[in-house]
């Protein structure tokens, strides 16, 4: 099942705080992947993104957010025709039967959830001993894209990966470093995107193959200045349509420079300029594929790239596919992501998700975005968030109080909960 046969239609929360109801809608416009709730304060914002992030990602903690999470129900509708239905008889928290199903008419398969069956926590071993329980979550797997909860803790120090790293002497990358790691991660996958490039060209490897048939065989009989004219086309081309991914590192067209030095001081009529011609085409034909396999990865990385330098100021983020993702200073010296500002490290942080999120297109969920960003930053992230997501089928969550981050979407797609009357 693709990522585009998981994209929500539809969320309906009602009872949150066992008093305000949340309906989203996502029409099947592309356009129309980014959602934004607007309300006071006390109206149950978080709650309910933190209920709907638990119920498309199944676990032992997601369920124990679902326990505790103020509501009476919630069900989550996919384009495909499955569902996600949580709910309670009695209770706003505690309580409750999950239930999902792949396909409209189907049965639900439902699972009763009560947190004194499980201690005061909903520890991982009571889940491991319930096999109803590894069978849904299994199920909602099948049907939900996921979720990327990012709250108003989203700089806070996330612990290390080895337990044994935790103490005092551990290198504070791996102490305070959240940021600087998922750097590394969007590293890593803008590199694989590029190989995956690269590796799926498969006509390339027969290069040499080319050569040695076009050499063998011969070609049609071509005059030295047609092959000439052949030849400067092809490099211009080559030139032209390279220079763009040769700024990443993806790309080099130093040996093509120099043929393109070589021709042109050589004789306009050179006969020689024939053989070179047979040569060098199937050569620079093979160059041309591989630009076009790497066009996606440019994309990607081009828009992340500029995305974030959109933002940043006396600084900037660079990408190359040898050394990766650097952050300079004017000087071009290298800064670390933790030393940034408070603004600066929220940017980071919630383009770096948007683009990570490409791959299995989770809904992305994002409290308050507005934290830490001045009011330009604020009216211009939505776009970006949108644009850096834009080659997925990502949608997002957005919860909000800034009247800039409103401004970049339509009054009449701003949603606020309703009152029960």
């Known amino acids: 099942m693709t990522s585009e046969s998981k994209r929500i239609a539809r969320i309906q929360a009602d009872g949150i705080l066992g008093e305000f109801d949340y309906e989203v809608g996502y029409p099947g416009d592309d356009q129309e992947r980014m959602r934004l709730i607007y309300a006071p304060n006390g109206r149950g914002k978080t709650n309910f993104l933190k209920a709907v992030s638990a119920a498309l990602t199944p676990s032992s903690e997601a369920m124990q957010v679902l326990l505790d999470a103020p509501f009476r129900r919630l069900e989550i509708e996919f384009r495909d025709g499955a569902s996600i239905l949580v709910e309670r008889e009695d209770e706003l928290i505690g309580?409750?039967?999950?239930?999902?199903?792949?396909?409209?008419?189907?049965?639900?398969?439902?699972?009763?959830?009560?947190?004194?069956?499980?201690?005061?926590?909903?520890?991982?071993?009571?889940?491991?001993?319930?096999?109803?329980?590894?069978?849904?979550?299994?199920?909602?797997?099948?049907?939900?894209?996921?979720?990327v909860f990012i709250g108003d803790d989203r700089l806070a120090p996330s612990p290390p990966d080895d337990p044994r790293e935790s103490g005092s002497n551990a290198p504070s990358r791996r102490r305070v470093g959240s940021l600087s790691r998922l750097l590394e991660t969007v590293e890593r996958m803008l590199t694989q995107r590029a190989v995956a490039g690269l590796s799926g060209e498969g006509e390339q490897t027969g290069i040499y193959s080319q050569i040695t048939k076009t050499t063998l065989t011969g070609t049609t009989p071509m005059l030295a200045a047609a092959a000439r004219a052949a030849l400067e086309t092809q490099i211009k081309s080559i030139l032209l349509k390279g220079a763009p991914l040769e700024r990443y590192g993806l790309f080099s067209m130093r040996q093509v420079r120099d043929i393109s030095e070589q021709i042109n001081a050589t004789r306009a009529n050179a006969s020689k300029l024939k053989n070179v011609h047979t040569i060098l085409s199937?050569?620079?034909?093979?160059?041309?594929?591989?630009?076009?396999?790497?066009?996606?990865?440019?994309?990607?990385?081009?828009?992340?790239?500029?995305?974030?330098?959109?933002?940043?100021?006396?600084?900037?983020?660079?990408?190359?596919?040898?050394?990766?993702?650097?952050?300079?200073?004017?000087?071009?010296?290298?800064?670390?992501?933790?030393?940034?500002?408070?603004?600066?490290?929220?940017?980071?942080?919630?383009?770096?998700?948007?683009?990570?999120?490409?791959?299995?297109?989770?809904?992305?969920?994002i409290d308050e975005p507005e934290l830490s960003l001045g009011i330009e930053w604020q009216r211009d992230l939505l776009p970006e968030l949108l644009r850096c997501s834009s080659p997925g089928s990502v949608q997002f969550l957005i919860a909000s109080h800034s009247l800039q981050i409103m401004n970049a979407v339509s009054r009449d797609d701003i949603i606020q909960p309703s009152e029960p009357e």
């Open 95 to 147: 309580k409750l039967t999950a239930a999902v199903r792949t396909v409209e008419d189907e049965p639900w398969y439902e699972v009763t959830i009560d947190p004194v069956d499980f201690g005061p926590r909903f520890f991982r071993r009571a889940w491991e001993g319930r096999p109803d329980l590894t069978n849904y979550a299994r199920r909602v797997q099948q049907v939900s894209p996921g979720s």
């Open 282 to 365: 199937p050569y620079f034909d093979s160059l041309e594929t591989q630009i076009v396999a790497l066009g996606k990865a440019y994309t990607l990385i081009d828009t992340y790239v500029t995305s974030v330098n959109h933002f940043l100021d006396r600084k900037q983020l660079r990408f190359s596919a040898s050394r990766g993702i650097d952050l300079v200073g004017r000087d071009s010296t290298r800064l670390d992501p933790e030393s940034l500002s408070s603004g600066e490290r929220h940017l980071l942080l919630l383009l770096s998700r948007s683009v990570l999120a490409i791959d299995e297109g989770p809904l992305v969920i």
